[in-house]
């Protein structure tokens, strides 16, 4: 189990590491058999969803064995007809197939976006089970990456000289959605030794345009008399500068950005932009919450955790609800129930901490430490790992956790040694589960 001082560091380290938003597979068609078409012993419940490449998503739930049949009966359930060709490439969708500059692909959702140029990869069976989600785009946009695969991209809404109407544009980067985002306003963009020219005149850094990215954070600050903690329950929305050079920017739900003219390095900052959400499939989760008894004392229940009782939040219990991510699913069961709870979704330093946990039920609970025994105050996370049959620490932050491979969550707000494994009841299981406090 990885060290609370490792989170720690882990957490520092992926604000300033973590780049990229997507893990690619090869894309080379692998003839497969039949036999790679029966994955699962068992019916499974999965989403099937559908993108024209328009910037809607549609989506639906199936039942069945394997991934083939689920994908066909899963678009006839949205009232279109799929067909594949012998090694599992996708051969036409309502009798079209794929022409110059659109392209149908596969691709699975993990925690993020996997593209696969088949239902087989690599030869191999892809697997398929309860909350699996297998979707069919067709993309009009499409970019390549130095290894040569292709990325699904995302849509994102980009307001040019402050319009009124935000662009939505189908990329990747912060140069090809500079480049699509101009084109789609009339502007004539070309690129020549590494230059940008718009409307035949070179960009530069003081003059022509700049893109900028609106970000959300809170704002948490430390009294240096009492060592109190306050917080500003109003989220400050920021526009940063993105560099078109940046072919790893992270982009994940809330990607709004603004392309306004600057003459001698200045510009006028756009007006605010009502946040924009990359679509991502959701399935079930079910979380556990507790607060042991040397805290839960301190947490105004009236206030910071209305409907619950003391004995409720010390024996812990369990919510369900439908969500992409953890930390998605937490923001929703807090919010939904109006409990105190905040955690990070900011992007901070070009990177998301994806649900890094400042308040829970009213408890500040930023990783605080006790340097004589070396143990920490703070809500420690753990995922149910199906194949151990056993609670494993979270070695990242709740929003790298997908309803896919982790249904099962557990937060527990409690004081912990430095090798923490499991900290609650040794008989916990998903079984329990089964009839949940409350489902949201």
């Not at 309502?94 to 990869?121: M, Q």
């Not at 004539?188 to 020219?197: G, L, R, W």
């Not at 920490?376 to 896919?404: C, H, I, L, M, R």
């Amino acid at each position: 189990m990885i060290s609370k001082n490792t989170l720690i560091a882990a957490v520092a380290a992926a604000i300033l590491l973590i780049s990229g938003v997507a893990v690619y597979s090869s894309l080379s068609n692998t003839p497969g058999t039949t036999s790679h078409v029966y994955n699962s012993d068992e019916e499974c419940h999965v989403s099937v969803c559908f993108d024209l490449g328009d910037g809607d998503v549609y989506e639906t739930r199936i039942k069945g064995y394997n991934i083939k049949d689920i994908l066909t009966d899963g678009m006839e359930d949205m009232g279109h007809v799929l067909t594949f060709d012998n090694d599992g490439s996708i051969k036409s969708v309502d009798g079209k197939k794929a022409d110059e500059g659109k392209v149908w692909v596969i691709w699975k959702w993990d925690t993020e976006w996997k593209v696969l140029s088949s239902i087989y990869e690599s030869g191999d069976v892809l697997d398929l089970k309860d909350n699996s989600a297998f979707g069919i785009s067709m993309a009009k946009r499409f970019t390549t990456n130095p290894q040569g695969y292709t990325n699904p991209g995302f849509y994102v809404n980009v307001k040019i000289n402050n319009s009124d109407e935000p662009a939505k544009v189908f990329s990747t980067t912060p140069k090809t959605i500079f480049v699509e985002a101009m084109k789609s306003a009339g502007h004539t963009v070309n690129e020549s030794d590494s230059k940008i020219m718009v409307d035949g005149t070179e960009l530069t850094s003081t003059d022509g345009y700049v893109m900028l990215y609106q970000r959300t954070e809170f704002t948490i600050t430390k009294d240096p008399v009492t060592g109190e903690y306050t917080r500003d329950l109003v989220k400050v929305d920021k526009w940063e500068k993105v560099s078109l050079s940046d072919d790893k920017f992270f982009m994940r739900d809330k990607a709004n950005f603004a392309i306004v003219p600057v003459t001698d390095g200045e510009y006028e900052e756009p007006a605010y932009m009502d946040n924009g959400t990359i679509y991502k499939p959701k399935g079930d989760f079910y979380i556990f919450l507790q607060v042991t008894e040397e805290f839960v004392d301190l947490i105004d229940f009236e206030n910071d955790a209305p409907g619950l009782t003391r004995d409720d939040l010390v024996n812990g219990i369990w919510v369900h609800t439908v969500e992409s991510t953890a930390d998605r699913a937490l923001e929703k069961i807090f919010g939904e129930m109006g409990w105190d709870y905040i955690a990070s979704e900011a992007v901070v330093g070009g990177n998301d901490l994806r649900g890094w946990i400042f308040y829970f039920f009213g408890l500040y609970s930023n990783g605080v430490y006790h340097s004589a025994d070396e143990s920490w105050d703070y809500p420690a996370q753990f995922n149910w790992n199906s194949n151990k049959e056993e609670w494993e620490f979270n070695q990242w932050t709740s929003g790298y956790y997908s309803y896919v491979s982790n249904p099962y969550f557990a937060v527990l707000y409690c004081n912990t040694i430095n090798n923490s494994s499991w900290v609650g009841d040794p008989n916990l299981t998903p079984e329990d589960a089964k009839n949940p406090w409350i489902s949201v």
